[in-house]
């Protein structure tokens, strides 16, 4: 249990730090200095790949777990569940806007801004209710067996960005 739930505030730190740096590019329009588009596009590209195809597929088991030791945990995982589509579509729609802004293809400024200010407030709203909400009461009522199945939910794998291996 404690395994697991070390990782899964492990990804939340590692997580809300890209997020200040994405958010500190995000500034750098309002400071009339040009953002660094790749820097923003590796964060998106890593948190879609790592966050919405390996850390959020392992929470979507221990919230299920969560919400049949703890009926009245259901509405907070709905949303949050629903966070996690949110999160991966905005995440996808900006991703493309960088890439047009990376590549010079004219774009919305006003549309990469809200599409990163989306993402920015859904995902740190998304951190903060899983660490105040969620995790300590999968702490308390998930077993050992159940953080076995999270764990197993997506094969182990090195973290591209913050593992021993760093592509």
Same mark, same amino acid.
């Given at each position: 249990?404690?395994?697991?739930?070390? *990782?899964?505030?492990? /990804?939340?730190?590692?997580?809300?730090?890209?997020?200040?740096?994405? +958010?500190?590019? *995000? &500034?750098?329009?309002?400071?009339?200095?040009?953002?660094?588009?790749?820097?923003?596009?590796?964060?998106? !590209?890593?948190?879609?790949?790592?966050? /919405?195809?390996? #850390? #959020?597929?392992?929470?979507?088991?221990?919230?299920?777990?969560?919400? +049949?030791? $703890?009926?009245?945990?259901?509405? *907070?995982?709905?949303?949050?569940?629903?966070?996690?589509?949110?999160?991966?579509?905005?995440?996808?729609?900006?991703? $493309?806007?960088?890439?047009?802004?990376? $590549?010079?293809?004219?774009?919305?400024?006003?549309?990469?801004e809200a599409a990163a200010a989306m993402y920015l407030a859904y995902y740190r709203n998304h951190l903060s209710t899983e660490e105040k909400q969620v995790m300590p009461r999968a702490a308390?009522?998930?077993?050992?067996?159940?953080?076995?199945?999270?764990?197993?939910?997506?094969? !182990?794998?090195?973290?591209?960005?913050?593992?021993? &291996?760093? #592509?």
């Amino acid at each position: 249990m404690a395994n697991q739930l070390a *990782v899964w505030h492990s /990804d939340h730190i590692n997580f809300a730090g890209l997020l200040d740096l994405l +958010e500190e590019q *995000v &500034n750098a329009f309002y400071r009339e200095e040009p953002p660094d588009y790749g820097l923003m596009g590796t964060i998106i !590209d890593y948190m879609r790949n790592y966050g /919405d195809c390996v #850390h #959020h597929p392992r929470e979507d088991v221990a919230y299920a777990l969560l919400v +049949e030791r $703890s009926p009245d945990m259901q509405i *907070v995982v709905s949303r949050l569940l629903q966070e996690h589509r949110v999160i991966a579509a905005v995440g996808e729609e900006l991703l $493309s806007r960088l890439r047009e802004a990376e $590549s010079d293809v004219i774009t919305s400024r006003t549309g990469l801004e809200a599409a990163a200010a989306m993402y920015l407030a859904y995902y740190r709203n998304h951190l903060s209710t899983e660490e105040k909400q969620v995790m300590p009461r999968a702490a308390q009522r998930l077993t050992e067996a159940d953080w076995a199945e999270v764990a197993g939910t997506v094969p !182990d794998g090195p973290d591209p960005l913050f593992g021993e &291996n760093v #592509h």
